[in-house]
């Protein structure tokens, strides 16, 4: 059983839709992040939360908009995204940042844009 | 530029065999490496992770080999179990410079044949 909970699993959407994917964990963790994994790839970085603050933003356009209420919560806001947007989106989470400690994977939500 | 290459895509292994992954990279800054664990529909499972300051890292039927001079680094599952049947992610942990991000490997697909 993972400890990183992902909702909803799946998720399809019109390039005109507003939708939110949650990420939850309760393990202590203080960083947070957000991937996308194309198929046949590896992850892609695409956010981390430090301390429930934005720390890296790898680039990614503004349609995807990040959002860490708690130390424990983590949302992406989807917006007007287009079809190369479907994916999964996986969410992690580590103990702290900087630290070599290992990140641990939700199960994702795959996301399908028409 | 990838940074870390799994040169090998696919691997096949008689049950009870060595499994051996190969994982190489580039950027010597790499200070942590990690292997996950991908079964379809579902995220990354950590699997055992290595510091760059040591050579051998042992958890149970695994173990994780860094050879720093080479930039190489292997995992060896022993004995393989049909269970074992997933795609396989070497990762790297940058230094704060690069912000502490993982960089992931391509993948190899495992199949352990009964």
């Known amino acids: 059983d993972t400890e990183v909970t992902q909702t909803p699993k799946h998720l399809v959407m019109g390039m005109t839709n507003k939708k939110s994917l949650k990420c939850e964990q309760h393990?202590?963790?203080?960083?947070m992040y957000w991937y996308k994994q194309k198929a046949k790839k590896p992850p892609e970085l695409m956010f981390v939360?430090?301390?429930?603050?934005?720390?890296i933003n790898e680039s990614v356009p503004s349609r995807f908009s990040p959002e860490c209420p708690n130390s424990s919560l983590l949302n992406l806001h989807l917006h007007a995204l287009q079809p190369e947007d479907s994916a999964l989106y996986l969410c992690a989470s580590s103990q702290e940042r900087l630290s070599n400690q290992p990140q641990h994977f939700g199960d994702g939500t795959r996301l399908s844009i028409l | 530029d990838q940074q870390v290459k799994q040169n090998s895509p696919s691997l096949s292994v008689q049950e009870g065999r060595i499994s051996i992954l190969n994982c190489d990279y580039t950027?010597?800054?790499?200070?942590?490496f990690l292997w996950y664990k991908k079964y379809p529909a579902e995220g990354p499972t950590f699997l055992i992770s290595?510091?760059?300051?040591?050579d051998k890292n042992e958890d149970g039927r695994f173990t994780v080999f860094l050879n720093k001079s080479a930039k190489h680094l292997s995992l060896h599952i022993v004995p393989s179990q049909p269970g074992d049947s997933a795609v396989y992610f070497c990762a790297a942990k940058g230094d704060k410079a690069a912000g502490n991000k993982l960089t992931f490997g391509g993948g190899t697909r495992v199949l352990v044949k009964p």
């Open positions: 393990m202590g963790h203080r960083a």
């Open positions: 950027n010597s800054m790499f200070d942590y």
């Open positions: 290595i510091s760059s300051i040591k």
């Open positions: 939360y430090s301390y429930e603050k934005l720390s």
